[in-house]
C-alpha cells in the first residue's frame, strides 16, 4: 500500500504560480508511474499529467507548456509547477500513484486562481 499526501495549494492570482509537492510513503519502491489529476468545480476529475519512472511524461493539451511535472526518487516526491494560471485551472488537484497492486490517491489540494 502507498500513501499519498499532496501540499502547495493556494489561492493565486491569474498569471501567477504555484509549486504543487506529492509525498509518497509506504510500498513506494513499487510505483512505476504517478500523475496529477484535477476537478473543476462542478466537473468530473480529469487529467493533469503524468510521469513514469522512465521519466516519460505527458500532459493534457490545457496545461501544456505551462505546467511541468517533475518527481524526486530520492525524496520520494512528486511536483507540479503550474505557471500562468488561469482562472479555469481552479479546480482540487490530486496526485496518484500506480503499482502492479493497485493505485493510490491523496486526499486532494484545492487551487484558487482569482483576482
Known amino acids: 500500500q502507498v500513501q499519498l499526501v499532496e501540499s502547495g495549494g493556494g489561492l493565486v492570482q491569474p498569471g501567477g504560480s504555484l509549486r504543487l509537492s506529492c509525498a509518497a510513503s509506504?510500498?513506494?519502491?513499487?510505483?512505476?508511474?504517478m500523475g496529477w489529476y484535477r476537478r473543476p468545480p462542478g466537473k468530473q476529475r480529469e487529467l493533469v499529467a503524468t510521469i513514469t519512472t522512465g521519466g516519460n511524461t505527458n500532459y493534457a493539451g490545457s496545461v501544456k507548456g505551462r505546467f511541468t511535472i517533475s518527481r524526486d526518487d530520492n525524496k520520494m516526491t512528486m511536483y507540479l509547477q503550474m505557471n500562468s494560471l488561469k482562472p479555469e485551472d481552479t479546480a482540487v488537484y490530486s496526485c496518484n500513484a500506480m503499482t502492479p497492486y493497485g493505485t493510490s490517491w491523496g486526499q486532494g489540494t484545492q487551487v484558487t486562481v482569482s483576482s
Open positions: 509506504g510500498n513506494s519502491f513499487s510505483i512505476y508511474a
